[in-house]
Every structure is written in C-alpha cells, then in structure tokens.
C-alpha cells in the first residue's frame, strides 16, 4: 500500500485519509476519490491529498473485516456488515460468551494490521449485546496476512455464545441448632434469584439438619426429582473433603471433583457430580448478592458448558473480587455494554403514481408485485418493517400478504410525501434506535446495502444518517437515526426528508456502494421497463 500526500492530478482512486473541504461541503476520510471528486477539488484549489493506494496484493478494509467476522464466531452469534474497516458481532441470544483466548492471541499477534477485540471470556451478555469486534487499523491487510488468520480459524470459530438453559435446579439448605430462620429465607432468595436471572427455576428445596446422612438424603431426593444441578448450601463452611456436605455426596454414590477455589469471595465452594449431574457446595458469601466465585462457576452450569477442576483452578488470575479500600465499589458504574441498534425500515407505499397512471407498486416486477420485492429485501435486514399505505390500501396489503410486515394507513397521502414520513415514524415502538426511510418503487435495492447502511450508523460518531452513495451520486433508502425523527415529524407538504441533510451536514455519513441500484427508482412507464430489462 502507497501511503502519504500526492498530488490531486494523480489521485484518482486513490482513498482520502483526511477529510478535504470543496466549495460545496466535504469529502470525508476513505472517500475513494473519482474523476468528478478531483475537479471539484481542483476548482476549491486544492493541489494535494493525503490517501491511500493499494497494491495487488492488498485486501481493502471492510472485504479484510468481513472475512475474518464471517468465520470468527459461531452459534449464537451474528456478524454485521463491514464499515470503515470494522465489522462487529452480537450475540443472537442471552447467554455465555465462550472465546478461544490462545488462538484469539495468536491472530492479534501476526499482524499490527488486523485485529480482534472479545469481550472477557465467559462473561454473560444480553441478547444483541456487542461480544466481538473485527478491526482493520490501514485501509487495507496484506493478503498473506488475512490468509494466515484465516487458517488460524479454520472450522473451529474463536468466539460462540452457549445460551443459558431451562434448567430445574435442586437445592438443599442445611441447619444447625443456632440456624436463625432468617439466614435460610436469605440463603433460598439468594439462590432463587441467581438462578431466574441465568434463566432457570428453583424447583426443589430442601431443609434438612447439617449431618451427612440428611444432606445424603436430599440429594439423592433431588436427583430422583430430576434436579440439575443440585445446590447444597451449608449453615457451615466447608473446610475439607472429610466435612459434611463432601462426604454427604460420597455417599450418595457421586464425587468430589475440586474442594476450594482461588477466587476470592467464594475460596470455600465444592465443585462435585453425581450421575453426570453437578452437585455444588455453595459457599456462604452467596447469600450476599455480589459477585463470587460460585457466580462464575453457576453461569457455566446454566449454559450446559463442562467445568473441570482445571478450569476452577485457572480461575485465580482476576479472581480477587474482594471489596479493598483501594477499590471500594469496583463492580458499581460499569459501563452499559454496547449492543446492535434496533433498526426498522419504513416503506413508503402510499403515494398516487401520478406520473404513472396505474398505482406502480401494483405493477409486475419479474414474477411478483413491486412492492412485495422492496418489502421484502427491507425486512431482510431490518429488526422490523412498516408499510405505510395510502391509496390502494387492501391492495397493497394483499400484494404483501404472508410477509411478517406492519401496516400504518395514511389518510392523508393525498397531502404530500411528509405525511406519509410523519405516519411511519408515529407507528415505530419507542425502542427503535433507527429507521430507514425506503421508496416501494426501488425493488432493485439488496438486503446488502441496507446492512451496509446499518453497519454504518453510528451517533457517538456523528454517522446518525447514512447515505448510499454510488460512484458520487447519492440514492436511496437512507438511514436516519432517532434523534432526528422530530424534525422528520415536522416536514410539510410534499417535501422528502433530503430538505435536512443541509443543516445536518456533520450527521451525514455516505456509504458506498458497487451497485446503483439505490440510484434507480419507477417514477415513469420508461423508468419500469428499464428497471425490468435491467
């Protein structure tokens, strides 16, 4: 790759790596320049750039990122779409993040220019929560490069989220003489919630003296109920595999696979089993809510991932959880996890078709309904997808029947595009996050290129409206995120949602795309049969 300022003469298709003023706005950074880019900056004066041009043997950012978020990650997980070198992977569901840490390593250590950002092994993340994130640091990996990380991945992804179970967990509490009744309500709260918050059911408690032949018996009548795993929680420490709640499992024919832990709280728990089934001695820093070693373990339980003693004993690095004055509350403030952005896509289907005299997105488009093609590329990629209807409407909803599709009828599409805009954005649910604003009549647009918009879209980054842009010309759909659904609200008339993009120049970021379809529309007969024979 050829990095560094070059004359504009010779900088066509080279990548901005800065942003450069024109007389009418700016070209922002990775903006592979055209022919038309040069003039107008030559006309602004500009006599050179600083970009980037790369070489035979270099793969670009985003076709480096996406190869490598396409393998890296297995079930549970969802890769989205490449942008500026970065592609990102969610969790598809609530569960265990499970990361390859030695071979995750070993892809970060071939390259300055690629890497690969997890987060902690074995954390517990949210469903749509961000556990991955591929990065190109250039605009550009060097083949043999991308070649080696990818045969470090193989068929063996690096990173996988185990969702948590339903599982029906058994616990058996034990008392001695001196046993407040309090201490065994807290201890079944303590346990109950931990268990509903990783997704199962405290379906079985038992209460029984702290001896071994009645923990003996609990257990054993646990197991009988189908129980896994099954908790024994202590009125008194367990201090060695001779002590009550070890030798109670022994007997009732299971084992004692690790005594302790270096995790601190939690040094004092018993990881056993019992016909396959885990048997767990809690220990006592679980009737407080903060985190322990126990937590740690009980998550891996949950998501039906094997622990062994090995595991526990790897536990010790970062397993000092103790409160220190130094440190007094280091769990309290943590950041919110970044998550993928809900996105919706809203379809305008309400206009009149003035120009066409037939209602165009009732019109044949190879072998189906226009409306139906634009529809169902949105809802693709979308989170959810609302059509707005206006003239036509039973029509246009029989056109889509079958599609998972909501519907907002405008009756005031006679009134001009805003209307319709207004109607589409009051339909979303509070939680969305974003909303592309798609055409019914641009059936050529890909589920691709509205991932690519998503993938885009970035507030903190000030990318709150993505535009694809091909070979320099903007089109359509665009992305719009929610802090601007207000002024979209508050357009009149016949007026689109371009009248902004002015004013909110610094939100726009512009997308490239190989393709033009986000060029082509059907507002004429003659713009349907070409979209038809193209």
Same mark, same amino acid.
């Given at each position: ?9 010779? !900088? ?27 003039? /107008? ?9 600083? &970009?980037?041009?790369? @070489? ?52 970060? #250590? ?79 709260? &303590? ?5 509903? @918050? ?18 003996? =018996? ?15 929680? @202590? ?26 832990? *270096? %995790? ?9 089993? /019992? ?11 679980? #009737? ?10 009980? =998550? ?40 993928? *952005?809900?996105?919706? !896509?809203?379809?305008? &289907? ?118 694809? %842009?091909?070979? @320099? ?14 002024? /979209? ?21 512009? %997308? ?15 713009? /349907? ?6």
């Amino acid at each position: 790759m050829i990095f560094g300022e070059m004359p504009l003469a010779g !900088a066509e298709g080279a990548i901005l790596a800065h942003a450069v003023k024109h007389q009418a706005g700016m070209f922002k950074k990775g903006r592979v320049l055209t022919a038309d880019d040069i003039a /107008l900056l030559k006309s602004a004066g500009v006599a050179t750039v600083f &970009a980037a041009r790369l @070489g035979a043997d270099d793969v670009p950012e985003d076709e480096a990122a996406a190869a490598v978020a396409r393998l890296v990650g297995a079930e549970g997980t969802l890769a989205q779409a490449p942008f500026t070198g970065r592609a990102n992977l969610h969790a598809a569901t609530r569960g265990l993040a499970i990361v390859d840490v030695e071979r995750v390593r070993a892809l970060n #250590r071939l390259h300055e220019s690629l890497t690969l950002a997890t987060v902690q092994p074995f954390a517990i993340v949210e469903e749509r929560e961000m556990v991955a994130t591929v990065k190109v640091i250039p605009f550009a990996v060097p083949r043999p490069v991308l070649e080696k990380a990818l045969a470090i991945i193989g068929d063996a992804p690096l990173l996988r989220v185990e969702a948590f179970r339903d599982k029906r967990v058994g616990l058996a509490i034990t008392r001695l003489p001196q046993t407040k009744p309090s201490i065994i309500a807290k201890s079944e709260d &303590a346990i109950r919630e931990r268990v509903t @918050g990783l997704g199962g059911e405290l379906s079985a408690v038992r209460i029984v003296p702290h001896e071994i032949a009645a923990v003996t =018996a609990a257990i054993a009548d646990l197991m009988a109920q189908g129980c896994d795993p099954v908790l024994v929680f @202590g009125a008194s420490a367990i201090v060695d595999r001779g002590d009550v709640i070890p030798m109670a499992l022994v007997k009732a024919g299971g084992r004692v696979l690790h005594l302790g832990m *270096p %995790v601190d709280p939690g040094n004092l728990m018993m990881f056993g089993s /019992l016909d396959d089934v885990p048997v767990i001695g809690v220990p006592s820093c679980a #009737r407080s809510p903060k985190l322990n070693g126990f937590d740690w373990v009980l =998550a891996r339980v949950m998501a039906g991932v094997p622990v062994t003693p090995q595991d526990i004993m790897d536990m010790g690095a970062g397993g000092l959880l103790a409160e220190i004055p130094s440190r007094p509350t280091p769990r309290e403030g943590k950041p919110k996890p970044q998550r993928a *952005p809900r996105v919706a !896509a809203i379809v305008l &289907a309400a206009g009149q078709s003035s120009r066409m005299g037939v209602n165009k997105l009732l019109a044949d488009f190879r072998g189906q309904p226009m409306i139906r093609r634009t529809v169902a590329a949105m809802r693709q990629a979308a989170d959810l997808t609302v059509v707005v209807t206006g003239r036509d409407e039973e029509e246009i909803a029989a056109a889509l029947e079958g599609l998972p599709v909501g519907f907002v009828h405008n009756p005031d599409f006679a009134e001009g595009l805003s209307t319709s805009l207004r109607a589409g954005i009051a339909a979303l649910p509070p939680d969305t996050d974003a909303a592309v604003i798609a055409l019914g009549d641009m059936p050529l647009v890909t589920p691709e290129e509205v991932r690519r918009l998503i993938a885009a879209y970035s507030p903190a980054e000030h990318r709150s409206i993505c535009v694809p %842009v091909h070979r @320099g010309r903007r089109g359509n759909p665009v992305l719009w995120g929610r802090q601007h659904f207000e002024a /979209l609200k508050a357009l009149e008339g016949d007026t689109g949602a371009r009248v902004l993009f002015e004013a909110l120049a610094e939100e726009i970021v512009e %997308v490239a795309v190989p393709e033009d379809a986000v060029l082509k529309d059907a507002d004429t007969p003659e713009a /349907l049969a070409a979209l038809r024979s193209g």
